[in-house]
């Protein structure tokens, strides 16, 4: 099992940038594949970004690349999104999220198995 609690959230104007962070917990961390979601209120939760347990392989949503970045220090078993040239449609509640396999569906939710509470990002215009 792993327990997962996120930082790093607050308000920043749009251009600006935030770095979440993930602590993670639980004998599975480092064999897990992890990855960053957010919801909007009144949006379905989407995925954001994702990287393997060995931080070799990820991937992100369209609407972030080239602007936010997952990193991973498994000797810290933490987990990071460093968000750059926000957008206030970047505004949501983010999740950091554990799982065991992407099964070519690398930032569906339902890949995930173990989820944060959660870290607010507004970022105003």
């Known amino acids: 099992q792993v327990q997962l609690v996120e930082s790093g959230g607050g308000s920043v104007q749009a251009g600006g940038s935030l770095r979440l962070s993930c602590a993670a917990s639980g004998r599975s961390y480092v064999s897990s594949i992890m990855g960053w979601f957010r919801q909007a209120p009144g949006k379905d939760r989407e995925g954001v970004a994702t990287?393997?347990?060995?931080?070799?392989?990820?991937y992100y949503a369209d609407s972030v690349k080239g602007r936010f970045t997952i990193s991973r220090d498994n000797a810290k078993n933490a987990v990071y999104l460093q968000m750059n040239s926000l957008k206030s449609e970047d505004t949501a509640m983010y999740f950091c999220?554990?799982?065991?396999?992407?099964?070519?569906?690398?930032?569906?939710?339902?890949?995930?198995?173990?989820w944060g509470q959660g870290t607010q990002v507004t970022v105003s215009s």
């Open positions: 990287i393997d347990s060995g931080g070799r392989m990820s």
């Open positions: 999220a554990a799982g065991d396999k992407w099964l070519g569906l690398p930032l569906r939710p339902s890949r995930y198995n173990y």
